[in-house]
């Protein structure tokens, strides 16, 4: 079963020869390349508190971007109505910014009065990524409320005593998406997404701890399974003892180990948004000038992957309509390639990396990563651990800033261990890592055999907010500065 073109061309209410008419008139100051985006996302959430699913919501966004290419120039407008009147404005407000003729605002929206329907119970036109088995605008609030109180029910059987309050939201939203530009480029496809989160708040009398967790998929609402809700509480509760006993270590300068998986939100933080082709394309990236040049050890090979079936991060093509690919960027420790967008990739006569994405409609399009992960190495993780006289293991991270410019990070580590004559000790917490991402990077003497990229609900905020996913193997990166007692 398949999602056919004129689906699409329904739910905006639009004709092929309107989506010609709409790239002439936005290309009429003189435009070199034009493209619309037509967006119709539903969004709705279900919340468990005090025990009982009291609180919910239901969205639906509606519109089309429209953007002009003039060399350097960009210009941008959306509305949220695909009445012809309103895509015809703000085809001509994008035109007008791009040729750089005339300011005007990038909201063209209509009163009109026209209401989009929501379409129900088919399967998306480009079903390889994410294929929906069970659509979510089918399945009713009550059936999905019962995930959540069986979230909360394994929580407490589990931990009658220490158990004080259980928060869990689940989220599921689908986005039927049509494209079209200057190139005569027609794409259109539903991408689904679906995120069950918890927090566990609880206490053994002394101690209070905070446990988070969250799961992530493109997928219908068959990724509820009772497996994955099992998963997530164990997650929740894995080294509850040591989390009560967790302290803050002394601090220093010292050898890191980076747990596999959830770790690798550092990668894409401190040194995966330097790859990102705009702040290449600016100068403003530490890698600038370093293509084709050894940055790292030969163990080393990151990629950002746009084609892992069913993950947050996975795309069937980007948000201008270039094929999702799995791209290389460090191959054995030599930096291999950047993420690109058309304008990137036009910029330093390259090919596009599928990497173009935006928000919604009302956003034009900027490099942007997917699934960031690094490759398996050859080494234990055990061997890797026992290789350290003295340092930190640590396997889960939050709050952290970057600049991306410099390379600079600062992250919050919730959870981890004293190393100490290559055993793991006492469990710490509450402190920061800092350090620079690429001389980071040049610093890991040891990769994992072991990578793992996280199914958490991991979302980019880099001027738009964007779902992405991380992964790493366990790594051993010398020197990071531990900001303990």
């Not at 060399?71 to 791009?98: C, D, F, H, L, R």
């Not at 220093?252 to 894409?268: C, R, T, Y």
């Amino acid at each position: 079963m398949i999602y056919d073109k004129q689906y699409y061309l329904d739910i905006f209410k639009v004709t092929e020869a309107q989506l010609d008419e709409l790239i002439f008139t936005a290309l009429g100051a003189g435009g070199t390349y034009a493209d619309l985006f037509f967006e119709n996302s539903v969004y709705a959430d279900l919340m468990l508190r005090d025990g009982a699913v009291a609180s919910g919501g239901f969205h639906q966004d509606y519109g089309v971007g429209i953007r002009t290419l003039q060399g350097e120039k960009t210009g941008y407008a959306y509305s949220e109505s695909t009445a012809p009147e309103a895509m015809k404005a703000a085809a001509v407000s994008a035109s007008a910014i791009g040729s750089g003729a005339v300011k005007i605002p990038g909201s063209i929206a209509s009163d009109d009065g026209y209401v989009p329907r929501i379409y129900k119970g088919r399967p998306n036109p480009a079903a390889d990524r994410y294929p929906v088995v069970r659509n979510w605008a089918e399945e009713s609030p009550q059936d999905l409320a019962k995930v959540l109180y069986s979230v909360e029910e394994k929580l407490r059987a589990a931990e009658p005593q220490r158990i004080l309050k259980v928060i869990a939201m689940l989220t599921w939203q689908s986005s039927d998406i049509l494209m079209y530009n200057s190139h005569q480029e027609l794409k259109y496809e539903t991408r689904p997404m679906g995120t069950l989160a918890v927090t566990a708040i609880m206490s053994d009398g002394k101690n209070i701890v905070n446990s988070h967790s969250s799961k992530s998929f493109r997928a219908g609402s068959e990724m509820l399974s009772d497996s994955l809700v099992q998963d997530l509480c164990n997650h929740l509760l894995h080294g509850l003892d040591d989390k009560f006993k967790a302290g803050r270590p002394k601090g220093g300068k010292m050898p890191v180990v980076m747990g596999a998986g959830a770790s690798g939100i550092l990668l894409h933080e401190a040194m995966g948004h330097a790859f990102e082709a705009d702040f290449i394309r600016k100068g403003q990236s530490v890698f600038n000038g370093m293509l084709g040049k050894k940055i790292c050890s030969e163990d080393i090979t990151i990629v950002d992957d746009g084609t892992i079936k069913g993950n947050r991060g996975a795309l069937n093509f980007d948000d201008e309509g270039v094929p999702a690919q799995r791209t290389v960027m460090v191959e054995n420790g030599v930096l291999t390639s950047f993420l690109h967008d058309r304008i990137s990739a036009k910029a330093l006569d390259v090919q596009p990396t599928g990497n173009g994405r935006r928000e919604s409609f009302r956003f034009a399009p900027i490099p942007r990563m997917r699934a960031t992960y690094m490759e398996s190495g050859r080494e234990k993780a055990s061997d890797i651990i026992a290789s350290v006289k003295k340092g930190i293991y640590v396997d889960e991270f939050s709050n952290g800033q970057v600049k991306i410019g410099e390379g600079d990070f600062t992250f919050y580590v919730k959870s981890g261990y004293l190393i100490e004559d290559g055993h793991l000790t006492a469990p710490i917490k509450d402190i920061n890592i800092i350090g620079n991402g690429p001389r980071a990077l040049g610093q890991i003497r040891a990769v994992g055999c072991d990578s793992v990229v996280d199914d958490s609900a991991w979302t980019c905020g880099k001027e738009q907010s964007a779902p992405v996913s991380c992964g790493i193997p366990t790594v051993l990166v010398d020197g990071l500065t531990v900001g303990g007692e």
